[in-house]
């Protein structure tokens, strides 16, 4: 009995142990939720008392330097004695953000706020991923709610309803053609009047011919391919090529876009350059763009070459412009940042794009990194010079450019030149309208498995398109296309009345 007593002694002694030690190693202390939201999914190591909530982010960007957690925790430092908010910073690589992002939506894994797409956004909120922001923007983030132009948000409406803060910078379309400027001069390139893919293919050559077998005057990678090449035809937001509305077509006819013949010619052309050596062999495979490029396609604006310029390690990219501007849905949607549906803390997030979309210091940390390390400033916070090539996080990802300081080299007038595009810019025939797939959501999927199946290859070159497309095509109606071209077509013409 004594030993009895004596083991039942030790035994609470240790359970009470244990206990202590738990509490003092959790992260995440007893809290209660806030605005009435729902049960939540963001931890804190603050006192339970005065909770400074750490919202997980996700982004798209480079690899993580070793500075970032410092980074981030200087942010973190600064937001949190603004608005009592931190931040979790978590980056898909340019890679392998596609399916990262899926598997995430698809498992349920928390998170608060992520960066999202025309390629996604839409399916995404079908699944019910994202949070009805509609009301709340206005009522918790009235200045972002009053920064961002109507005709902006009105592009990110699902169903009359907001589930995303649209990123307010080029949103519209203006498609350059970039090329180091040494090569320019080396070969005589006269690249502002080139304007098309057949204009490129002598220049191409040239390169390829002077500097030997190993380089690529084009180097691609498979999520991207020859960027802009389908720019005539208006996705609808679906995020699928296949399909689409041509941009300037005032009967607003759906189309399947490979079988336009211009699509074709361009295709034919991008397939020899391959086989000529003008591409990367890897293209279809490569996951991880190279810093330094010969040539590359780029929606961009006056004065993004500066940015460029330190990455790749140059002294000079030459830009023309090509396309546009052009204002479509998916334009608008090509950069947006979503809250989770599961958040539980849905207010404080807005007030975090908020800040971020209003606050010049943060959104100067957001997109140059740790100063004094990664930048410097320069006339204030007004502009800045980059010291390193290493922070990994795209600037267009996070939120407006009108607060954000310009890159020393480029024009001081930079943003107003940017805003000057959006208003110079043309509507897409069916700008506004966005496909609801919540009747395809079967169709669409099995489309977008067939196309996925061939679209790495096809738009890098790597394929004949003479030989794949009809494959592709056969393949996508028996996977139901024809039913997603007829709803689409009968959803536009009831837009449209």
Not at 321 to 348: C, D, H, R, W
Request: with cysteine; aromatic share 10%; proline share 4%.
């Amino acid at each position: 009995m004594k030993n009895t007593l004596k083991f039942a002694s030790t035994m609470c002694i240790l359970a009470l142990m244990l206990s202590l030690l738990a509490a003092c190693g959790s992260s995440k202390p007893a809290t209660t939720a806030t605005n009435g939201n729902e049960s939540g999914t963001t931890a804190t190591d603050a006192p339970a008392t005065k909770e400074i909530p750490t919202l997980v982010w996700w982004l798209i960007g480079g690899q993580v330097p070793e500075n970032f957690s410092k980074a981030v925790e200087q942010m973190n430092e600064y937001t949190a004695e603004k608005i009592g908010v931190k931040v979790d910073i978590k980056v898909a690589s340019w890679g392998e953000w596609d399916t990262k992002i899926n598997t995430i939506v698809n498992t349920g894994e928390p998170f608060d706020m992520m960066f999202t797409n025309n390629t996604k956004y839409s399916k995404q909120v079908t699944m019910g991923a994202f949070a009805d922001i509609t009301d709340l923007v206005q009522s918790e983030a009235p200045e972002l709610y009053k920064l961002i132009p109507t005709k902006v948000w009105d592009g990110v409406k699902i169903g009359g309803k907001t589930f995303a803060v649209p990123t307010y910078k080029d949103s519209s379309l203006t498609q350059y053609w970039v090329f180091d400027d040494k090569l320019v001069q080396k070969y005589n390139i006269d690249y502002q009047n080139i304007k098309t893919m057949q204009d490129l293919d002598k220049p191409f050559h040239d390169m390829k011919a002077g500097e030997g077998k190993s380089f690529y005057p084009l180097s691609l990678i498979q999520s991207e391919g020859f960027l802009g090449l389908l720019n005539n035809y208006d996705d609808m937001t679906l995020g699928f090529h296949p399909i689409g509305v041509k941009v300037d077509d005032a009967s607003r006819k759906v189309v399947s876009v490979f079988e336009q013949p211009e699509v074709m010619t361009d295709l034919k052309l991008l397939h020899q350059w391959y086989k000529d050596g003008i591409v990367n062999p890897d293209a279809p495979t490569k996951t991880e763009g190279d810093k330094y490029r010969a040539f590359f396609s780029a929606q961009a604006f006056p004065g993004a070459e500066a940015g460029w310029q330190i990455t790749a390690g140059i002294d000079k990219y030459d830009m023309t412009q090509v396309f546009g501007p052009l204002y479509t849905t998916s334009t608008i949607q090509g950069s947006m940042n979503a809250i989770s549906a599961n958040s539980k803390y849905k207010a404080e997030a807005l007030k975090y794009l908020e800040l971020v979309n209003t606050d010049p210091k943060l959104r100067n940390m957001l997109a140059f990194g740790e100063l004094g390390v990664d930048y410097k400033n320069i006339d204030g916070e007004k502009s800045v010079e980059r010291i390193s090539d290493t922070w990994p996080l795209a600037a267009y990802s996070q939120g407006t450019f009108f607060n954000l300081a310009v890159t020393n080299g480029a024009p001081l007038d930079q943003w107003e030149q940017v805003k000057k595009l959006n208003e110079q810019a043309a509507s897409s025939s069916v700008l506004g309208f966005a496909l609801d797939i919540s009747e395809l959501q079967t169709e669409v999927a099995n489309c977008q498995a067939v196309y996925d199946k061939y679209r790495y290859e096809l738009l890098t070159g790597a394929s004949d398109p003479e030989k794949v497309i009809p494959k592709l095509l056969s393949e996508l109606k028996n996977a139901g296309m024809d039913k997603i071209m007829q709803v689409a077509q009968e959803q536009i013409n009831n837009y449209f009345k």
